[in-house]
């Protein structure tokens, strides 16, 4: 042990003159010890730096040994403060007995009969100081984890600040573009040659496609910046909340959307919206030549819920699977309208929640996405296996 360290033991004895004892042969053993004539004195000296506290069972009484206790309930989560209590060998009393029935249950006990040879009780203590260093390590791990985790917030929270503050300025001269591009499409389209007409209308798509852009990346940016409002979700009206939205599209593409076993789970409901449209909206979108055809199902793991969103389209390359739910990342040519920005979106919303974003796809086989809701709530479980069958959609 290194005296510099701090680390000190804390020696509890009947009489002063014991304790002072104890301390000087740990003193000769390279440690430095503090005596405590009462429980009152180990609560004031202990601290971070407390290796071991060393008691003569004969120092305590119920009250005293109730003090203790409460002293070391004090403890943070890392610690486990050795605890040696000597005692007399041989015969005990029955007060002895009790004293230590009572001290048993405190924690990190260990206990040693006297008569006592200098090298075993110096011996115990340095085994307990060196179970207390492993102690300050995990202490020191968990303080560097939690300065990260701080670290790693603030940093995120900047960055989201920024991309905010970028995409909310960019907005105003994005909408001075396109308005003036509007103008000027009104006033002189036909005016003064064809290629002139094509340089405007390439100005104009421009302009709308930036501001769409602009428009996800601020939404991106926003989502989940305040707490969440989580709360029992009946996932089957927010599809049903989402076919009402794309109904439009559903008719145009005479597409059909179904669902099962669509449980209540327990999160934001306008996020989870947000993030089974975006899924919809996409099975929808990319369904290719075919007729789209998009099942929304949920099954239960042991410990979360999983929700998939499968479709009949084109499917995805593996090579493209997780690529995807970057920002800006598409597969698509411009002939189908889209930011990029939406699976990041859903992956964010997932992530809020504690959950995972994937897909399992085969180009020509369709693609499910499948994403996770830990089950926070048992009791909102046994809700959802109430919930009655639900029946297609379409
Ligand atoms: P966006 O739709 O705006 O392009 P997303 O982040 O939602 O952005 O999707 C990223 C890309 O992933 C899309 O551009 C598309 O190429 C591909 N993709 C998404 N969903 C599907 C799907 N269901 N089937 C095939 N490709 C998909």
Same mark, same amino acid.
């Given at each position: ?30 440690? #430095?010890? #503090? ?23 004969? $120092? ?140 405007? $209308? ?9 501001? $769409? ?88 793991? $042991? ?92």
């Amino acid at each position: 042990m290194s005296p510099d360290s701090g680390e000190h033991v804390l020696v509890h004895a009947p009489y002063g003159r014991d304790a002072a004892m104890i301390c000087d042969f740990l003193a000769k053993a390279g440690m #430095t010890a #503090t005596a405590c004539a009462t429980v009152e004195q180990i609560r004031a000296q202990l601290d971070d730096n407390t290796g071991a506290v060393l008691i003569s069972d004969e $120092a305590l009484n119920q009250a005293s040994i109730g003090s203790l206790a409460a002293v070391l309930h004090t403890q943070p989560p890392w610690s486990d403060l050795p605890l040696i209590v000597t005692t007399s060998g041989g015969e005990a009393t029955a007060a002895s007995r009790r004293r230590l029935e009572l001290l048993t249950p405190l924690g990190n006990f260990s206990l040693l009969e006297r008569p006592l040879r200098t090298a075993t009780l110096i011996s115990a203590v340095q085994t307990a100081l060196r179970a207390r260093r492993r102690q300050y390590q995990i202490r020191d791990h968990i303080a560097e984890r939690e300065h990260l985790v701080q670290e790693l917030k603030r940093s995120n929270d900047e960055l989201t600040k920024f991309a905010h503050v970028v995409s909310h300025d960019l907005q105003a001269p994005v909408r001075m573009v396109k308005s003036f591009s509007e103008l000027l499409a009104r006033r002189y389209r036909g005016q003064i040659d064809q290629t002139a007409d094509e340089f405007i $209308a390439t100005i104009q798509n421009g302009a709308s496609a930036m501001q $769409a852009l602009i428009r996800t990346l601020l939404a991106y940016a926003t989502v989940g910046q305040g707490p969440l409002t989580r709360g029992p979700v009946a996932l089957q009206s927010v599809v049903d909340a989402v076919i009402t939205t794309l109904q439009p599209m559903i008719e145009e593409l005479d597409a059909s959307v179904s669902y099962a076993n669509l449980p209540i789970v327990y999160g934001d409901q306008v996020l989870l919206q947000q993030l089974l449209q975006n899924l919809i909206g996409n099975a929808l979108k990319y369904a290719g030549p075919a007729r789209p055809q998009v099942n929304v199902n949920a099954s239960h793991s $042991a410990t979360e819920w999983i929700v998939s969103v499968a479709d009949n389209g084109p499917g995805i390359a593996a090579e493209y699977q997780e690529v995807i739910f970057l920002p800006l990342r598409r597969l698509h040519s411009r002939q189908i309208s889209g930011t990029g920005m939406g699976l990041a979106i859903c992956r964010k919303i997932a992530e809020l929640h504690g959950g995972r974003i994937w897909v399992n796809s085969q180009p020509g086989a369709g693609s499910t996405f499948y994403f996770t809701l830990p089950d926070l709530e048992r009791d909102q479980k046994s809700e959802a296996l109430d919930t009655p069958a639900q029946q297609p959609a379409k």
